[in-house]
């Protein structure tokens, strides 16, 4: 992991810096057909895997829609080709099979290799993936229960999508007889046996899972999945959820005491500690008093890399890090270790983490197919939609950043910059479900352009996921890639921050030097065919853009150039106060622009606008801390795939509509 931007030492100074924790992945292929689709399916609906549902939920006597709400909530219906979740989930069911999934789990630290665009990362920690012997939590092996249901082969689950359906229907089955329940045909009747299919071990959780399932069945859901099978789930306005019935499973009551959650997610506070240890060391966050001695501007997603055991286990070490929140993939439950009027070190940017709250999502950057499930999406949406009024934070790629959106504090650590959560998080979905969609909002002449391709059909080749120079998994993606000319023949724009000797950018995963994605703002610095060039880290970069596949959509809002007469100014990590702002005895933090120019002419994305301010905290004592505000103001701008900051003393801002 790489040191703080502070001017620390020892321990405190290594780990307040860094975010993400460490990967795994394992991919099998998809074989397996569905039987045909019987009378009573939606006439629009394809006749394959719909109606596989049919048939499965009249042979295990499952109310159809049931079936279907699951399986979306889980899966969004989706195949993935037959690879695992990230918690080991198989199929459009999510059947979780962990030993199977993460047997062969290497971990990673994000903060060596990743950022210098490379393939090659260093392991984090001797911890193993899976705890060695012993049961596992029983939501880690669904599959090996439905095998045993149903009398299908553990790897037909695995692999054939039809087996899988069947095998959740067996599993629901099952659930609704152990509660005493009656395989009745009214779905309302099914709330506890969704509720334990969920495979959590809280009430809670167990019950907020279902109450999605059945807002889905309600609502219901039309869908072309990743197979290209058309689905549909009819809506069902009388489905009224049971809670009563999972008095029977017996789930313990998780500790929601101090959780600081709405309460539309399941909760619970596990604190990180907050202890002095060794000579003047101490972890693994600061204490404050946000935001009443200063604001909370943005929320940090990162991934985890790590499953959900060694995410806790991490959380929990005094001489390791924390963040504010963990959400967990197989049923989006929440644990938070931070309250969120302190300070955690997640980010790799000191003034970012005064600044932020981070929020670590189970999952693997570099597994493509080890994917995101939808309880977990929609559990982050609503926790994120929630901080966002409770702190007033705008709802945009400015203000939800990515850990790899996050800048370097200073020239030397932009290589050292994290990754996560990288080019497979679905933004466009994240922000559909926090009731902010990307769409147009300008004409052509808008000066702006939004990021937004279409995920699924948008698949750029990475490489590096298992071994470097070797092609990843295809996959949807959430980026574009940006040429120095409107040509894939072109060579890729480059980054001398992250490369400062000048080499070429790669296609590696973890290579962030000339990437855009989806939800990011730019403008528009020409036009050519089927290409789009926008400005960005101080030079023009194309990405194509054709009208029948369109990679962005127009906008328009305020931009920053430089002021008049200046043939460049320069760029920050980080908005800290003029040295004028630090009171007596203590040293002011050095105001070190980044390595790049942004140029005459050149045109950036306002994201808002803040004066200087460094958040005071070298000891363990908290007496002496305090926030230093300055005078000197600054804005943030969308500036490369970081973001960066420009003092408003150097700029003139103008709408992007203007010639």
């Known amino acids: 992991m790489h040191r703080s931007p502070r001017s620390l030492t020892g321990r405190v100074a290594r780990v307040r810096a860094a975010g993400t924790l460490a990967t795994a992945g394992l991919l099998l292929p998809l074989l397996g057909a569905a039987p045909p689709q019987d009378a009573g399916a939606p006439a629009a609906a394809d006749q394959k895997l719909q109606g596989v549902f049919a048939s499965a939920a009249a042979e295990y006597h499952v109310p159809q829609s049931v079936l279907l709400g699951v399986s979306y909530l889980q899966s969004r219906w989706d195949t993935h080709a037959g690879a695992p979740s990230v918690s080991g989930g198989y199929g459009p069911m999510h059947l979780t099979d962990a030993r199977t999934a993460l047997a062969r789990t290497v971990r990673y630290d994000h903060a060596e290799g990743d950022a210098r665009g490379d393939d090659a990362r260093a392991p984090l920690k001797a911890t193993p993936a899976l705890p060695e012997g012993g049961e596992l939590p029983a939501r880690l092996t669904t599959l090996v229960r439905a095998s045993e249901l149903s009398g299908i082969p553990a790897e037909q689950l695995r692999s054939d999508p039809a087996a899988n359906v069947r095998g959740g229907a067996a599993l629901l089955a099952a659930a609704q007889k152990r509660l005493g329940e009656p395989l009745t045909s009214e779905p309302s009747d099914w709330f506890g046996a969704v509720a334990t299919f969920s495979g959590a071990d809280d009430a809670a959780s167990a019950a907020t899972y279902a109450d999605d399932v059945f807002a889905v069945i309600r609502d219901g859901e039309r869908r072309t999945n990743d197979a290209g099978q058309d689905l549909a789930l009819i809506a069902d306005p009388a489905a009224e959820p049971q809670p009563g019935q999972l008095t029977r499973a017996g789930l313990r009551r998780a500790d929601a005491d101090g959780a600081e959650c709405p309460r539309t997610v399941s909760c619970e506070w596990i604190p990180a500690p907050y202890e002095e240890f060794g000579d003047g060391d101490y972890g693994n966050h600061d204490l404050a008093d946000r935001p009443k001695d200063q604001s909370i501007d943005y929320i ?29 993939s197989t049923d989006g439950h929440i644990v938070q270790s931070v309250k969120a009027k302190d300070v955690g070190w997640h980010a790799g940017n000191w003034y970012m983490n005064a600044k932020s709250v981070g929020l670590e999502h189970e999952g693997f950057l570099a597994q493509p197919d080890s994917w995101y499930t939808e309880a977990m999406y929609r559990s982050s949406a609503r926790l994120v939609k929630y901080l966002s ?17 996050v800048p370097g504090p200073t020239g030397g650590t932009i290589p050292q910059m994290h990754t996560d959560p990288g080019p497979y998080w679905d933004w466009a979905h994240y922000f559909a479900l926090l009731g902010k ?15 937004d391709p279409e995920f699924a059909a948008n698949q750029p080749v990475y490489t590096g996921c298992t071994k470097s120079g070797e092609p990843c998994a295809p996959h949807g993606s959430s980026a574009v890639r940006l040429y120095t000319a409107p040509s894939e023949d072109a060579p890729l724009v480059k980054d001398i921050g992250l490369r400062p000797g000048g080499q070429d950018s790669t296609t590696g995963v973890n290579d962030m030097a000339s990437r855009a994605s989806t939800g990011q703002q730019y403008a528009v610095a020409g036009r050519e065919g089927d290409w789009t060039a926008i400005w960005y880290l101080g030079q023009k970069a194309w990405f194509h853009d054709p009208a029948e596949q369109p990679a962005s959509v127009s906008a328009k809002g305020l931009v920053i150039t430089p002021k008049d007469g200046a043939s460049d100014i320069p760029v920050y990590g980080r908005a800290y106060p003029e040295k004028a702002a630090y009171p007596a005895g203590m040293t002011p933090q050095a105001i070190s622009p980044l390595p790049y120019k942004l140029l005459a002419g050149q045109r950036y994305v306002v994201g808002g606008r803040t004066t200087g301010e460094y958040f005071y905290s070298p000891t363990f004592d908290t007496s002496s801390h305090r926030v230093v505000r300055g005078a000197d103001a600054y804005y943030e701008i969308q500036f490369g795939h970081r973001v960066a900051y420009v003092r408003v003393a150097d700029v003139r801002v103008l709408p992007s509509t203007v010639s």
Not at 389 to 405: E, F, V
Not at 437 to 451: Q, R, Y
């Open 300 to 328: 940090v997603i990162h991934d985890t890399e790590a499953t959900w055991e060694q995410t806790l286990k991490l959380v929990q070490d005094k001489t390791y890090l924390a963040w504010h929140y963990s959400l967990r």
């Open 389 to 405: 009024k409770r702190y007033d934070i705008p709802l945009d790629r400015q203000h939800i950043l990515g850990h790899d959106t």
């Open 437 to 451: 969609p990307f769409h147009p909002t300008a004409g052509p002449d808008g000066g702006l352009v939004t990021i």
